[in-house]
Structures are given as structure tokens and as C-alpha cells.
């Protein structure tokens, strides 16, 4: 069972960049598909950004240029390079974790497709 913590978030201003990390434990993430979501105050969590475990990639929109997520299995840690920030980035940022997903290419970024979750990033974009 592999266990996730996130780190990297933080406060910056608009048009800034952050890279958050997932560290994972008690499992390789090698043969994990992962993914991260957000959530604002008051709103749903939505999947940002997914990899599958032969390194392909989804985005959803709001993310789509602006946002690359990667892995490194030897270091077993995923990344969220976040580039051009916008107010409406911030949120509580988690990174998913799952062996298996069902649903077809957009289940990385279904929320309910992951049975592992770390405890969240928090990260603010001011204007």
C-alpha cells in the first residue's frame, strides 16, 4: 500500500510558478497511475492533471499549457510544474495514487478512480 505526502505549495503572486512534489512510500510509484487534484473552498475537487503509469499524460483545460506533470520512479515522486499562476489556481492541492483505473483515457483525473490520497498542499495566488 503505497502512502503519499505533498509538498511545494505556497503563496505567490500571480503569473509565478510552483512546483509541487509527492513524495510516496511503501510502494514504487513505478507501477502506480497518478494524478493531482484540487479544490477550492466551496467547490467540488477536480482532477488537474494525470499520468499513467507508461508515462502518458491528461490535462484537464484549466491546465492545458500552463501545467506539466511528471514522475520519477527512481526517486518515487511525482511533480506538478505549475507555470503562469492565476488567482483561480489556488486551492488545496493532493496527489492520487492507483494501480488500476476503470473508465477509460479521462479516469486520471476522476476523483473517484483513486483509492490512495495524500493530505494536501495549500496554494494561494494573489492578484
Known amino acids: 500500500q503505497v502512502q503519499l505526502v505533498e509538498s511545494g505549495g505556497g503563496s505567490v503572486q500571480a503569473g509565478g510558478s510552483l512546483r509541487l512534489s509527492c513524495a510516496a512510500s511503501g510502494d514504487t510509484v513505478s507501477g502506480y497511475h497518478m494524478g493531482w487534484f484540487r479544490q477550492a473552498p466551496g467547490k467540488e475537487r477536480e482532477g488537474v492533471a494525470g499520468?499513467?503509469?507508461?508515462?502518458?499524460?491528461k490535462y484537464a483545460d484549466s491546465a492545458k499549457g500552463r501545467f506539466t506533470i511528471s514522475k520519477d520512479n527512481a526517486k518515487n515522486i511525482l511533480y506538478l510544474q505549475m507555470n503562469s499562476l492565476k488567482p483561480e489556481d489556488s486551492a488545496l492541492y493532493y496527489c492520487?495514487?492507483?494501480?488500476?483505473?476503470?473508465?477509460?483515457?479521462?479516469?486520471?483525473?476522476?476523483?473517484?478512480?483513486?483509492?490512495?490520497w495524500g493530505q494536501g498542499t495549500q496554494v494561494t495566488v494573489s492578484s
Open positions: 492520487a495514487a492507483d494501480r488500476y483505473l476503470y473508465g477509460g483515457t479521462w479516469s486520471l483525473l476522476w476523483e473517484s478512480a483513486y483509492d490512495y
Open positions: 499520468i499513467w503509469s507508461d508515462g502518458s499524460t
